[in-house]
């Protein structure tokens, strides 16, 4: 690891560059390209900006107009965002009514100088955080055009996400800060006003050059192409280069990214991790009694991550990575995350590696977390509670320790959301939450349960080799939840439509029990069962007999068309399948009564039973 005062370095060249994206019949992508060049003022928070934009429509569809996110105008009074969180029964306390107080100086805005298509001026209208363009000419199917703007934008102060001089004392953390066309996929135009939520995008290469006074150091997304230029701890050269013009010009090429985020500050210090994969980890922060030595300690431990990451869940297909301090507590970003910084260990590790696995459900596969939050938030947080255990149990947070459920937590989360009596469907529109709680909940906690909850449906193994598939097969394309079921189905060789039904669109809620035991013929036992619930599902059981002995069942729903027979070592006796309409069901065990100790609906907890006082029968 090498360790420099002022600078992040990137690296230069990128194998990844050639990458090009796949498109298929019934999956089309949209192709784009950026050319930016900012001019920066530190003083005035100001920047005035040149974008030449390029715009391939692989759709079959003519386009007539498109839609541009102007996502700094949300940061001013009676935006929408600003009436929103005023207006919510629990409102994001960073954001609260915080926009409402916002003086002239101290909002947000992106304003259109001039927009031309191929030369030709267009119309077009700023409605709040959306700009409405009429093309001068139809994009026909096929076809490619080029958008050219002038615009000027000012920096907020740091409210949620994006904005200047946090509570950390960083400078800029510029996120959502240039005009970004909305994307066009399948099921149309995806341009929603900013109100504070989730976002989707078009991949596509980024050329971006951003000059601002060269006291500051710049971190983000992309390769930095000009870094002899920049100096500032290149190749060992600890001492800042100044220039005539008190600037630096800072150019960054991205190649296949959704988005680009950077951060500038004055006091930022660069730590860097170059990987045996190639990869490259870079650690930009502010330096103090606060973040020195729980950063240093950061490089080694998100190395393993990665190397357990990238075996699990997919190869992280980019050269570098970038954990920045900024922001206003955790949000990921193209080859980048903005974080709080001065945090424990255990809290450092913890966003870095929540920021990180961004990268796979967001950044690489690329769900509408607008539509489909959990697909994004919660798949994050499964993966994120399963490294952490692993992490854990290496020592590498202190103590060597197990976990022996990481998804606790997750299962907390969600039957408090139950308890609440607010819950709302999963498909439910991310913006359109009557509360932050619901969302929250549903988003992070509920949508880990569901992808623990196909663990238990599939089995273990299924699951691992579904994982992989699904990113391998994905990556790129915007997959939905059908997308993701297929797999799982592809793999298991299982029907598992009828599960997002419940789980996605409904708020059913799961609850079985075991009503009674008693004698069967010869030298068997009758279990009697119910489901209580209406949300149906797989049941497994365990059976611990007088010796101590644990013996396994599982029960396949009928609609099912099939069964798991395997979870990971566990050998399973598969029972008669459980049609979904029947309320109860019974089957027969090969036991006396006398010989049966304790019988038990799953015992690995991984069913989202909301009541499990009536999932254990124990006998003396």
């Not at 955790?330 to 870095?352: D, F, K, P, Q």
């Not at 609609?559 to 008669?576: A, C, P």
Request: charged share 25%; with cysteine.
């Amino acid at each position: 690891m090498s360790r420099f005062k002022f600078i992040l370095v990137f690296a230069i060249i990128s194998p990844f560059a050639n990458f090009t994206l796949a498109q298929s019949s019934d999956r089309w992508q949209q192709k784009i390209s950026y050319e930016m060049e900012i001019d920066f003022d530190v003083n005035s928070n100001q920047y005035a900006g040149k974008q030449l934009l390029e715009y391939t429509n692989n759709s079959p569809d003519e386009i007539k107009r498109v839609f541009y996110h102007l996502y700094f105008n949300a940061f001013q009074p009676g935006s929408m965002m600003d009436i929103r969180n005023r207006n919510l029964p629990d409102a994001d306390s960073r954001v609260s009514d915080r926009i409402s107080k916002l003086k002239e100086n101290e909002i947000g805005f992106q304003k259109i100088n001039s927009l031309k298509q191929d030369g030709k001026e267009v119309k077009y209208e700023v409605v709040g955080t959306i700009l409405e363009v009429e093309l001068a000419k139809s994009l026909k199917p096929g076809k490619s055009t080029k958008l050219e703007m002038d615009f000027l934008a000012q920096v907020p102060i740091q409210i949620r996400r994006s904005g200047r001089d946090n509570k950390e004392g960083i400078q800029f953390s510029m996120t959502q800060w240039y005009p970004k066309l909305c994307e066009y996929d399948y099921q149309g135009w995806h341009a929603n006003p900013y109100v504070g939520r989730e976002f989707h995008g078009v991949w596509g290469d980024f050329d971006v050059k951003i000059s601002i006074d060269d006291k500051y150091t710049i971190g983000g997304t992309g390769y930095l192409q000009n870094p002899k230029e920049i100096g500032h701890g290149y190749a060992g050269v600890e001492q800042k280069k100044t220039s005539a013009s008190g600037k630096h010009t800072w150019h960054f090429n991205a190649p296949n990214v959704h988005d680009f985020a950077w951060a500038a500050d004055a006091e930022y210090t660069h730590t860097k991790l170059d990987r045996d994969d190639g990869t490259t980890l870079h650690f930009i922060y502010q330096e103090n009694d606060k973040t020195k030595e729980n950063w240093e300690k950061l490089p080694n431990i998100m190395n393993i991550a990665l190397d357990h990451i990238n075996e699990k869940y997919g190869k992280y297909p980019y050269d570098q990575y970038t954990i920045i301090q900024g922001g206003d507590g955790g949000m990921e970003y193209a080859m980048a995350t903005l974080i709080t910084g001065e945090r424990s260990l255990g809290s450092l590790v913890g966003v870095s590696v929540h920021e990180l696995f961004h990268s796979w459900y967001q950044m690489i596969l690329g769900t509408n977390e607008s539509l489909y939050p959990w697909m994004d938030e919660g798949f994050t947080s499964y993966g994120t509670n399963e490294t952490m255990a692993w992490l854990r149990a290496q020592g590498l947070l202190g103590e060597k320790s197990i976990t022996k459920n990481p998804q606790e937590r997750s299962y907390k989360g969600y039957f408090n959301l139950v308890a609440s009596g607010v819950e709302e469907p999963m498909s439910t529109h991310s913006d359109h939450y009557d509360t932050n709680f619901a969302y929250g909940q549903a988003a992070y906690s509920k949508g880990a349960v569901y992808l623990n909850q196909i663990s238990y449906i599939v089995g273990k193994e299924n699951f691992e080799k579904g994982m992989l598939n699904y990113f391998d097969e994905w990556k790129f394309k915007h997959p939905n939840p059908n997308d993701f079921i297929r797999i799982m189905e592809k793999q298991s060789g299982l029907e598992l439509d009828w599960y997002n039904e419940y789980f996605v669109n409904s708020t059913k809620t799961i609850d079985y029990g075991i009503v009674g035991l008693e004698k069967g013929q010869k030298k068997s036992s009758i279990v009697s069962m119910n489901r209580v619930g209406k949300m149906p599902m797989p049941i497994d059981i365990t059976v611990i007999d007088n010796k101590d002995k644990a013996h396994y069942f599982t029960i396949p729903l009928r609609i099912m068309r099939g069964s798991k027979t395997q979870d990971g070592d566990i050998e399973l006796k598969v029972l008669e399948d459980w049609p979904w309409t029947n309320p109860t069901y019974s089957f027969s065990l090969p036991f006396k009564l006398k010989k049966i100790k304790s019988i038990e609906i799953d015992a690995s907890k991984k069913l989202a039973d909301i009541n499990d006082e009536n999932n254990k029968l124990e006998f003396n």
